[in-house]
């Protein structure tokens, strides 16, 4: 749910609902927007919440008007499927931008079905467009499975490798921004590594435990490409992953 | 799988021929080798295009079987592991609930 670098952390447990709300709060606004660069044009006319809500209607835009290309296939995907198993996604409901504590980019509160988008943290639309990827995969892993989001590190640990794996958070491109240098199976170790940190960010339990949990459940979780039925390394990928699942009928019916 | 009557290949001709090409491009082999660290196996989609293209043009039904059988090796592949945790028969009942009053009051 939560990683260091990508996440922030989820919704406490049910019962520890009275106390805050967003995630661990520990989520309190550390720094204040003002100072962070990089946005550009928009960086002098815009508070950070509304480039948060510009870009991600950007990002959900799945309008067929805007044309084929509109959008991120990664994210429409994601909807279409999300929508399918009975999940669909409203933007005023299930999304929220707000200041977050450290470099977390984003996280899924299962508590209240809602995404939350770090607004002071995501720097671009590109940006955007993979930490919205990264947290529809929880949000529709929880949709579809019954994930034990807080009881069991195992089933936390499977959705982040999921997500690591299919986000594009460990694309070669982005390993080596972050200079991260390695190419024969790095990719494996990149999402091994990012799960565990995503663990890390959202449980008190030690690397050692949450390195357990991921080794445990990395066969079964890495190979389930779910709803993208493979490994989409870039927008064409996501595109063909996209255009098999509207595919699906036609598909089962005639195997 | 039905016969005769109501069978048409799972996918259109052309998505096996782009699968086909997309396997074979440099970049898919630079990627598969970065995820898997070995080189991609392409021949099974360009077998598949022949098979579809052939029952295309001539209604084969060794080619309708091999294309089926093929398919579901494929489904097959992503089903082998076992789940780590079970699937749902319904989504949460509580995706579409409005927010909890205190969000609301903030």
């Known amino acids: ?255 | 799988m039905a016969d005769g009557g109501g069978w048409r290949p799972p996918r259109p001709c052309e998505v096996y021929r782009a699968e086909w090409k997309l396997c074979r491009s440099a970049r898919h082999f630079l990627h598969h080798y970065y995820v898997h660290g070995e080189r991609p196996a392409c021949e099974q989609w360009r077998r598949d295009l022949a098979s579809c293209r052939e029952w295309e043009e001539r209604r084969s039904a060794e080619a309708q079987r091999s294309l089926c059988e093929s398919e579901r090796a494929r489904v097959q592949a992503t089903r082998k592991h076992t789940l780590v945790w079970a699937l749902r028969q319904s989504p949460p009942a509580d995706w579409h609930l409005p927010l909890p009053q205190e969000e609301k009051d903030q």
Not at chain 1, 21 to 43: I, M, N, Y
Not at chain 1, 94 to 116: M, P, R
Not at chain 1, 119 to 139: G, S
């Open chain 1, 1 to 255: 749910m939560a990683g260091a670098a990508d996440e922030r952390p989820p919704g406490p447990p049910a019962e520890e609902q009275l106390q805050q709300q967003h995630v661990a709060c520990q989520v309190l606004p550390e720094r204040l927007a003002e100072g962070k660069p990089g946005q550009g044009f928009l960086s002098s006319f815009f508070t950070n919440n509304q480039k948060c809500q510009l870009m991600l209607l950007k990002t959900l835009e799945t309008s067929r008007s805007r044309g084929p290309g509109a959008g991120d296939p990664y994210v429409k995907l994601l909807l279409d499927a999300m929508k399918h198993s009975g999940c669909a996604v409203n933007r005023e409901r299930h999304f929220s931008c707000e200041d977050c504590n450290g470099n977390v980019s984003g996280g899924f509160d299962a508590s209240t079905s809602q995404i939350v988008l770090c607004q002071n943290n995501i720097r671009n639309q590109a940006h955007m467009n993979r930490v919205v990827t990264h947290e529809l995969i929880h949000a529709f892993d929880h949709c579809r499975a019954h994930v034990n989001w807080f009881t069991d590190v195992r089933h936390l640990a499977c959705s982040e490798v999921r997500a690591a794996n299919l986000s594009g958070d460990c694309s070669l491109i982005n390993e080596i921004f972050r200079l991260h240098f390695g190419l024969k199976q790095h990719h494996q170790t990149c999402v091994r590594d990012r799960a565990i940190l995503s663990i890390l960010a959202v449980r008190n339990i030690s690397k050692e435990v949450a390195q357990k949990a991921v080794d445990e459940v990395f066969e079964s979780c890495f190979n389930d490409h779910e709803p993208f039925g493979r490994i989409p390394h870039n927008k064409t990928y996501a595109r063909y992953a996209h255009r098999d699942f509207q595919n699906r009928d036609r598909y089962y019916s005639n195997i």
